[in-house]
């Protein structure tokens, strides 16, 4: 297994409130990533890391925080949700920018 | 940015029928890859391609860097073979994330 997970695997939550999504690595790698899945979209990046406290933002950064207090753990914060974040969203690491990616199995959020 | 067009959006085939998938992008790129999400949603990366010709038993992949696309082939094709396959790429330009198409849909029917 690539030692990877993200929680939780599903979520319901009502709008205008703070929902937080979790992905957790036990490879020691440095990028993590944050994307969303959505039909007729494919996969658009959120945010991503490049190492404990370094964040970037990515193409559908609006509505989305994130931090990385340790190596394994990269969390993904929707401030207050919105129907149009509901979404399956997809966390990644690898060890170079870009290269050698593996996914998480994928949270699926709804937000009513 | 960099903007990535995968054709066709959608491929149904017969079990053991070859496809071809196409990747256009808009701009040069150092990183191409393809992945493929099975139907339970699992993302797998296939291949590392960017540029020249690689091969994984039934799968192929080709990236012609200079005129800016690539195709991935899939010969003697299996129902295991269905999902969603995705181009990524990384433009030329910096030390980037990988930016998606959207994707073909490949379903093979027994």
């Known amino acids: 297994d690539a030692g990877i997970t993200q929680s939780p695997r599903h979520k319901v939550t009502e709008t205008g409130t703070p929902v937080t999504l979790r992905c957790h690595q036990t490879?020691?790698?440095?990028?993590m990533y944050w994307y969303r899945q959505d039909p007729g979209h494919g996969l658009r990046l959120i945010h991503y890391?490049?190492?404990?406290?370094?964040?970037d933002k990515g193409e559908v950064s609006d509505g989305y925080s994130v931090s990385r207090s340790k190596t394994e753990d990269f969390l993904l914060t929707l401030e207050s949700a919105t129907s149009s974040q509901t979404s399956v969203y997809f966390c990644?690491?690898?060890?170079?920018?870009?290269?050698?990616?593996?996914f998480g199995s994928g949270t699926r959020l709804t937000v009513v | 940015g960099i903007q990535v067009e995968q054709s066709p959006p959608d491929l149904i085939l017969q079990e053991g029928a070859n496809s071809t998938l196409r990747c256009n992008f808009s701009?040069?790129?150092?990183?191409l890859q393809w992945f493929h999400q099975n139907p339970w949603g699992q993302l797998i990366n296939l291949f590392y391609?960017?540029?020249g010709t690689k091969q994984n038993g039934r799968l192929s992949a080709t990236t012609v860097a200079t005129e800016r696309y690539s195709l991935l082939y899939i010969s003697s094709s299996q129902t295991t073979d269905s999902g969603v396959y995705f181009c990524?790429?990384?433009?030329?330009?910096?030390?980037?994330?990988?930016?998606f198409g959207k994707g073909t849909r490949l379903s093979v029917i027994a």
């Open positions: 990644a690491i690898s060890e170079s920018q870009g290269i050698g990616y593996t």
């Open positions: 490879e020691n790698h440095r990028y």
């Open positions: 890391s490049y190492g404990v406290k370094d964040t």
């Open positions: 701009d040069s790129v150092n990183n």
């Open positions: 391609i960017p540029s």
């Open positions: 990524a790429v990384v433009g030329n330009s910096g030390n980037t994330p990988l930016v």
